[in-house]
């Protein structure tokens, strides 16, 4: 089980920070008052660069993604603010009602949270909310057009505050957390034309029914950099939530948990594909091109084919993940081992 967390700490980089002062978790209430009455990030649209954000908080967030299955959940992430970064130490659940396509805070929430952060500091832990956590089953980490007026609202009256998303389905398939965190543009600004959030080749694809909520919003936030770190504070805390993770990881097979997952996957791979033919032909057409093979010609086209392409290889390798992990599981535990005695199959010919 200890080589397991480690793995797991070695799979999503999450670092060490001084053993000693252990930096990270001290809290200045006159450093933060300061920065709010400062205001710095109001005057640069970008200001906030990165997040770092504990192991115990990470662990925390993809249990309760998880716990959620095919519905949205939602919290709260605490910690403070130092220099252009956010540095996120803890985090808890809300009593929200999800859906499988959006979740949102009602009255219970909002009278849940401030009792549980005055009952956070009763007991000493001073830090205040920093932002808010939702999960996207199975379509990625990236901001609907509900999530960015929720974040744009909470920017305007809370701020400095964040937006972070986790995909459960996705973690589960590629043994890694799948985690972006983002921030909304102020109103009435222009973005540069680099800005604005993209996918990279090693973000997961965004599935055909939900491409057109991402391409309308995507130009009003920014995503920035996520990290990881722990300290000896949370080492024990770490210990003990791993114990319930790990179990509940170790019980379960990839291939089963995810099933309807990779069935989406594969159902919107052949949209893509069917879309993308028509998009050769069209461009065929309308430019006379005598070879639909001729990908050069189309560059735009080979664009969509070289995704289809990556997204169907992603597939097929978290696919050979989950029965090579699956395999290994039943010859650990179940004595699927072929004995030595066993007689050997004979090929008759």
């Not at 130092?82 to 999800?98: H, K, N, Q, W």
Request: charged content about 25%.
């Amino acid at each position: 089980m200890e080589s397991a967390l480690r793995n797991w700490e070695f799979d999503n980089l999450v670092e060490i920070v001084d053993p000693i002062q252990d930096a990270l978790y001290t809290y200045d209430s006159a450093e933060q008052q300061q920065l709010l009455k400062d205001k710095p990030y109001k005057r640069e649209p970008r200001y906030f660069k990165d997040v770092r954000i504990s192991a115990v908080a990470l662990l925390k967030m993809v249990m309760h993604a998880r716990s959620g299955g095919s519905l949205e959940v939602m919290g709260l992430m605490q910690g403070k603010i130092s220099g252009t970064s956010f540095i996120v130490t803890d985090a808890f659940r809300l009593p929200v009602e999800g859906t499988e396509t959006r979740v949102n805070a009602q009255d219970e929430a909002n009278e849940y949270m401030p009792e549980y952060l005055q009952l956070s500091r009763d007991a000493g832990q001073m830090e205040n909310a920093v932002g808010w956590y939702h999960s996207h089953p199975g379509y990625g980490c990236w901001l609907s057009g509900i999530d960015v007026e929720t974040q744009a609202t909470h920017q305007k009256h809370y701020d400095p505050y964040l937006a972070v998303v986790i995909d459960p389905d996705r973690t589960i398939s590629a043994g890694k957390v799948e985690i972006g965190a983002f921030r909304t543009w102020p109103d009435n600004y222009t973005p540069p034309e680099t800005g604005g959030s993209t996918t990279t080749d090693d973000q997961p694809s965004i599935p055909m029914a939900k491409i057109d909520d991402f391409g309308a919003h995507s130009s009003r936030y920014y995503s920035l950099e996520v990290s990881h770190f722990k300290s000896t504070l949370d080492t024990h805390l770490l210990e003990l939530l791993w114990k319930k993770y790990w179990v509940s990881t170790l019980s379960q097979s990839a291939l089963l948990t995810n099933r309807d997952y990779t069935t989406k996957q594969m159902r919107d791979l052949s949209e893509k594909i069917l879309k993308t033919e028509q998009m050769l032909a069209n461009s065929s057409k309308s430019q006379r091109k005598p070879a639909l093979h001729d990908l050069m010609a189309y560059p735009n086209t080979e664009g969509q084919l070289d995704k289809v392409t990556r997204e169907s290889n992603r597939v097929v390798a978290d696919e050979v993940m989950g029965l090579l992990s699956t395999t290994i599981k039943e010859r650990l535990f179940n004595g699927v081992i072929p004995s030595a005695d066993a007689p050997m199959a004979v090929d008759p010919a």
